[in-house]
Every structure is written in structure tokens, then in C-alpha cells.
């Protein structure tokens, strides 16, 4: 015969039992000590991320869901929305941001060594080359470039150093030398050197597409001078980047021609977009993107021409900065 007090423990511990097998179907609730990565094998590993990872999300939809009805019935009386964070919002402020009204910012943008583009006493002559015996691809890239900037002339070296080659070039009346360097045949390293003194720029290459490669791209480009846009450069180094891609390009851009090539930074890396956009109506317009595209990373920036013993560098990437964060940016 069993006693009232046993039996009350054992409805408890039934009662537990039922519980507890509840919660393990439904996989809705977990010990408040409970750690993934303490399950030793991996598949069972990952399928219980996997269920919390889904918990979670189902979490924040019902959140959403519930937020959004309280906003409809509070109505204007309603707080506002929260901003999300992002890396771009949350940067670190840097001192060296450019006031465009600032008199030192017009001073050095009048007597800096692109001033003379800017004031239309030179015209941008191009010219652009590779590394020693280019592939096919680094090959066709260059061809390509060689139809977005206006007045570039491509020449393949074979075994001519660059100290030979800017002599050449400024004999020549070029004003700038863009090199592409390539890594397992592809395209990987830009050099862009102003001439004749300088700066010079080096950026990493990555994600280049050529116009075939591209899907729903529009007709080869003309000949008319494109439009530069220029989006973020804010800071005295990316101010100095930002007009050096902008003395590529002829001072008049041909407005008939309807094509634009933008330079638009974003967390340091520069993409390149180039496309023609087209009058639909009164109201609407259309963009096509007519290529390449291309992604820059800037590694170095150099006085004067290049010189890879005895230059004098301005700026130089560092990958194991000791202050590195997240949201520190310098262009």
C-alpha cells in the first residue's frame, strides 16, 4: 500500500518525466548553461546550431511581428525606429576628415600636382601596361580599360624596367603610366604613377569581370568622355585618391554620350562600375552596365614617380596594426 506522501512525490516526478520528453520534441527550450560547442561529435554539432540558430530566428520574427503591432495601434504616438548598427554608421571618427570649405584644403588642392588638370591647362594622356609577357586575360583587361579612359594607349613590355619607361613616357607627353600586374594569369596588382611627378599609387585587383562575363550588360561603350563620380572620399588620403582617379578623365565629359564611370568607396575597398543609363520617360531611367568591373584595395602611396628602392611613401598599409578595429577606416 502505497502512503499519500509517496504518491504526491510520485506525480511530481511523473509530471517532470512528461516535461522534460515535451521539451526535447519541440527542441524549444535549453539549459541556461547549455554550449554547442561542447557536443564532441560534429555532426551533432551542427544540426544543434542549425536548431538554435533557427530558434533564434523564429524569436525575432515573432519580436518584429509583435513590435510592429504595437506601433499600428499606438500609432502617431508610436517611438520612433531604431537605427540598425552597421560598420559603416558605428566608425570610428577620423581626424583627418576633409571640410570642403576649409581654406588649408583649397590651398593644397590649388598648388598639389594635380592642379594643373584642374585648373584645364593639361589634358590626361594614358598610357597602360603590363608585366613582363601578360596572359590572355591580364591582355583583354587592359584592352578594355583602354576603352573606359578616354585618350589611353596600351602597350605590352617586354622586360622594360618602369625606371625606363617614365623617362619615355614624359618625353611623350603622357600623364600617367597605369600598370597591371598579373599572379597565375590574373590580373591582381594596379600601378597608377602621375606624371611627371607624381604621386604613385598601388592597389590590389580582385573580382574583375570582363564585358563577357557579365550577364545583361549593355552594348560595347562609344567614344565619348564619360561622367567620374566619386562617392566617400572623405579623408585627406582618400581626398588625394579620389583626385588622382579623377586626372584620368578628360575635365568635359560629353553628356550625349550618357556613360558614367564611378569609383565608389566603401570600408577602404574602391569599386568600379561603368554604365550608360537611358531616358525611359519624362520620370524613369534606366542603367545599363557595360564593364568591366573591378574591385581596389590601395597598399601604398608614394611620392613623386615610382621608385621601389629609394621612395619616399606617404601612406602604407599595415595589416597588423596594433590599434586595427573593425570600424577604423582611412579613405
Same mark, same amino acid.
Given at each position: 500500500?502505497?502512503?499519500?506522501?509517496?504518491?504526491? @512525490?510520485?506525480?511530481?516526478?511523473?509530471?517532470?518525466?512528461?516535461?522534460?520528453?515535451?521539451? &526535447?520534441?519541440?527542441?524549444?527550450?535549453? /539549459?541556461?548553461?547549455?554550449?554547442?560547442?561542447?557536443?564532441?561529435?560534429?555532426?551533432?554539432?551542427?544540426?544543434?546550431?542549425?536548431?538554435?540558430?533557427?530558434?533564434?530566428?523564429?524569436?525575432?520574427?515573432?519580436?518584429?511581428?509583435?513590435?510592429?503591432?504595437?506601433?499600428?495601434?499606438?500609432?502617431?504616438?508610436?517611438?520612433?525606429?531604431?537605427? /540598425?548598427?552597421?560598420?559603416?554608421?558605428?566608425?570610428?571618427?577620423?581626424?583627418?576628415?576633409?571640410?570642403?570649405?576649409?581654406?588649408?584644403?583649397?590651398?593644397?588642392?590649388?598648388?598639389?600636382?594635380?592642379?594643373?588638370?584642374?585648373?584645364?591647362?593639361?589634358?590626361?594622356?594614358?598610357?597602360?601596361?603590363?608585366?613582363?609577357?601578360?596572359?590572355?586575360?591580364?591582355?583583354?583587361?587592359?584592352?578594355?580599360?583602354?576603352?573606359? @579612359?578616354?585618350?589611353?594607349? @596600351?602597350?605590352?613590355?617586354?622586360?622594360?624596367?618602369?625606371?625606363?619607361?617614365?623617362?619615355?613616357?614624359?618625353?611623350?607627353?603622357?600623364?600617367?603610366?597605369?600598370?597591371?600586374?598579373?599572379?597565375?594569369?590574373?590580373?591582381?596588382? +594596379?600601378?597608377?604613377?602621375? +606624371?611627371?611627378?607624381?604621386?604613385?599609387?598601388?592597389?590590389?585587383?580582385?573580382?574583375?569581370?570582363?564585358?563577357?562575363?557579365?550577364?545583361?550588360?549593355?552594348?560595347?561603350?562609344?567614344?565619348?568622355?564619360?561622367?567620374?563620380?566619386?562617392?566617400?572620399? &572623405?579623408?585627406?588620403?582618400?581626398?588625394?585618391?579620389?583626385?588622382?582617379?579623377?586626372?584620368?578623365?578628360?575635365?568635359?565629359?560629353?553628356?550625349?554620350?550618357?556613360?558614367?564611370?564611378?569609383?565608389?568607396?566603401?570600408?577602404?575597398?574602391?569599386?568600379?562600375?561603368?554604365?550608360?543609363?537611358?531616358?525611359?520617360?519624362?520620370?524613369?531611367?534606366?542603367?545599363?552596365?557595360?564593364?568591366?568591373?573591378?574591385?581596389?584595395?590601395?597598399?601604398?602611396?608614394?611620392?613623386?614617380?615610382?621608385?621601389?628602392?629609394?621612395?619616399?611613401?606617404?601612406?602604407?598599409?599595415?595589416?597588423?596594426?596594433?590599434?586595427?578595429?573593425?570600424?577604423?577606416?582611412?579613405?
Amino acid at each position: 500500500m502505497v502512503k499519500p506522501d509517496e504518491a504526491a @512525490v510520485q506525480e511530481m516526478d511523473q509530471a517532470e518525466i512528461e516535461v522534460t520528453e515535451t521539451k &526535447s520534441e519541440s527542441g524549444a527550450c535549453f /539549459p541556461p548553461t547549455f554550449s554547442v560547442s561542447e557536443i564532441k561529435n560534429k555532426q551533432r554539432r551542427h544540426a544543434m546550431f542549425l536548431k538554435l540558430k533557427e530558434e533564434k530566428r523564429k524569436q525575432k520574427l515573432e519580436l518584429k511581428k509583435k513590435k510592429k503591432k504595437e506601433r499600428k495601434v499606438l500609432g502617431d504616438q508610436a517611438p520612433p525606429k531604431e537605427v /540598425p548598427k552597421t560598420i559603416e554608421n558605428q566608425r570610428i571618427y577620423d581626424e583627418t576628415t576633409v571640410n570642403p570649405e576649409d581654406e588649408e584644403v583649397a590651398f593644397d588642392e590649388g598648388t598639389d600636382e594635380f592642379s594643373a588638370y584642374f585648373n584645364q591647362l593639361t589634358n590626361p594622356k594614358v598610357l597602360i601596361t603590363t608585366s613582363d609577357r601578360p596572359r590572355g586575360r591580364t591582355v583583354r583587361f587592359c584592352e578594355q580599360l583602354a576603352t573606359v @579612359v578616354p585618350h589611353a594607349h @596600351v602597350y605590352y613590355r617586354r622586360g622594360l624596367a618602369l625606371k625606363r619607361v617614365i623617362p619615355q613616357c614624359i618625353s611623350r607627353g603622357f600623364t600617367y603610366l597605369m600598370v597591371i600586374n598579373e599572379d597565375r594569369k590574373v590580373p591582381n596588382g +594596379l600601378i597608377l604613377c602621375h +606624371l611627371p611627378d607624381g604621386p604613385t599609387a598601388h592597389f590590389k585587383i580582385s573580382s574583375v569581370r570582363l564585358r563577357k562575363e557579365m550577364k545583361r550588360r549593355g552594348k560595347d561603350p562609344t567614344e565619348h568622355v564619360p561622367e567620374v563620380i566619386l562617392n566617400n572620399f &572623405s579623408t585627406r588620403l582618400g581626398h588625394s585618391i579620389g583626385r588622382m582617379f579623377a586626372a584620368l578623365f578628360p575635365h568635359d565629359p560629353q553628356f550625349v554620350g550618357r556613360q558614367v564611370a564611378t569609383f565608389h568607396n566603401q570600408r577602404d575597398f574602391i569599386f568600379f562600375r561603368f554604365h550608360r543609363y537611358i531616358f525611359k520617360n519624362e520620370k524613369k531611367v534606366g542603367m545599363q552596365e557595360l564593364g568591366p568591373r573591378f574591385t581596389l584595395k590601395l597598399r601604398s602611396l608614394q611620392k613623386g614617380t615610382f621608385d621601389s628602392k629609394f621612395g619616399e611613401y606617404e601612406w602604407v598599409h599595415k595589416r597588423h596594426e596594433m590599434d586595427s578595429s573593425r570600424r577604423k577606416f582611412h579613405l
